[in-house]
């Protein structure tokens, strides 16, 4: 049973009133998100955080140059949704919501990824379902899928984007090397690199292992100069392939094979045909280190509502066909593509993250 099962199952049922109360919520979030989102960047959030005891309309207007007019605007509907609350007509001081929106990591993360990447999208996202297509991508440019243009997005979407995939990677790091250098492999083969991180820091963990990224070309160049400003070229090396292409063959030579929340990039068939691929490069000692945070495994509601979500962007934005996955489902492609799952190690660290050790079937 799935996370989100559960929590569904803990629930008590709304009240008819209750419900049409959410109902109105619900039709007006986009404007209470667009809302938090314009007191972050014009100073109001941040402000209004920093006087506890509260602070009033006129000064607010004045420290952050917004119109008396604009910060009461935004200060009625945020009152309204708990973010602030007011001390007497003119004055506000933050709620612990207006608190968690201003300063909690993971919220700014998701806002900013919500508000750049996503949200101009998603309003193709019934479109998307229907063509099983991201018809939303054309919001950010004329691409297929977002992949091959990540290293060219402009700002702040480009920003926007690569601190939502490292807050979502970065922590697991250190308990993830632990586990893979357990091997003690020579040769690691990064599939999915991206802009090099993991590869530069199994550099720094262990003197003597090498690594190879595999991605698309423009991923490779941003990976590449990374690297060489890092005086790595000499035990980081690179292979370009587009892995939706079967003729594109993943070469033979890792020792483990790592895959850091990659395979949620794709949909179910092409997530098989990737690790069909991975095992005609596969030596009987080779083994492959799946990275990612599945939905029916974490401590919290909230990390399985924000997966959930990110499926949608996947759907609406980045390719069409793929999502974030169960371990259960995640398992299942993995031995439907002839390797096995030999150990899970679920949450690791702090973060989000499972890691699947697999081995060939």
Known sequence: METGQKTEEKKRELSAFEAKNEAQKLAFAPVVFQVVVAMQRLGILPLICKHRKGINIDEISKQTQV?????????????????V???????????????????????????????DVCYDGFKYLTESIKNGKPEGLKTLGNWKTI???LSILPEPIKKSWFEFDHFYS????????????RENPQMIFDIGGNTGKWAFASCEYNADVRVTILDLPSQIAVAKANAEKRNLLNRISFFEINLLDKSNKIPQGADVVWMSQFLDCFGEDEIVSILENVKQA?????TVFILEPFIDNQKFDAASYCLTATSLYFTALANG????????AMTTLVEKAGWKVVEEFPLIGESF?????????
Request: proline fraction near 2%; charge should be negative.
């Open 147 to 149: 992949y091959p243009a």
């Open 321 to 328: 066909n793929s999502k974030m996955y169960s371990v259960k």
């Open 282 to 286: 596969a030596s009987p000692h080779t």
């Open 67 to 83: 119109s008396n007019y604009g910060v009461k605007v935004l200060l009625e509907m945020a009152a309204n949704a708990d973010i």
């Open 85 to 115: 609350k007011y001390l007497d007509d003119d004055t506000v001081t933050v709620t612990m919501l207006g608190y968690f929106l201003n300063s909690d990591e993971m919220t700014r993360v998701n806002i900013n990824f919500t508000h």
């Open 170 to 181: 970065d922590d697991a790091f250190r308990d993830a090397l632990e586990i893979v250098f």
């Open 353 to 361: 993250h499972t890691i699947l050790k697999c081995r060939l079937a």
